[in-house]
């Protein structure tokens, strides 16, 4: 996965770019279709605010997240980052059981006529 880092009106320090690197790889733990990772950092009277887009495959996801602290604000982001692929990975994993539950059920029930005729 790679991840870009721009920032607007400061500088990046190599600490919060770990923090950045480590933090969004465990979102590649949860989904591995993910290709690449936008992180854009904005400062704004002493708020700073995070901007994270993930593209995968067949999936862009965005989220947001601003606090005073710098790491506070990018925690923010990327746990609605992870709510978001969590949720995406659970959609996904529910349709894989749930199609195979209903083909199985449909065909071992036999479909005879008896109900209409005691009516």
């Known amino acids: 996965m790679r ?20 933090r969004l790889l465990k ?17 704004e009277r002493f708020i700073h605010r995070f901007e994270i887009t993930l593209h995968g495959q067949g999936f862009d996801f ?12 990018f925690d923010t982001a990327a746990e609605k980052m992870e709510r978001q ?4 990975k659970e959609k996904m994993r529910g349709r894989r059981t749930r199609g195979a539950g209903v083909g199985t059920t449909a065909s071992a029930e036999p479909a005879t006529g008896d109900e209409d005729e005691e009516l």
């Open 3 to 22: 991840i870009e880092i721009t920032s607007k009106s400061m500088e990046v320090t190599e600490g919060l770019r770990e923090h950045v690197e480590k």
């Open 27 to 43: 979102v590649k733990r949860y989904f591995d279709g993910v290709i690449d990772c936008h992180v854009v950092v904005k400062v």
């Open 62 to 73: 965005f989220s947001e997240g601003h606090a005073e602290d710098i790491y506070a604000a």
């Open 85 to 88: 692929v969590r949720k995406m």
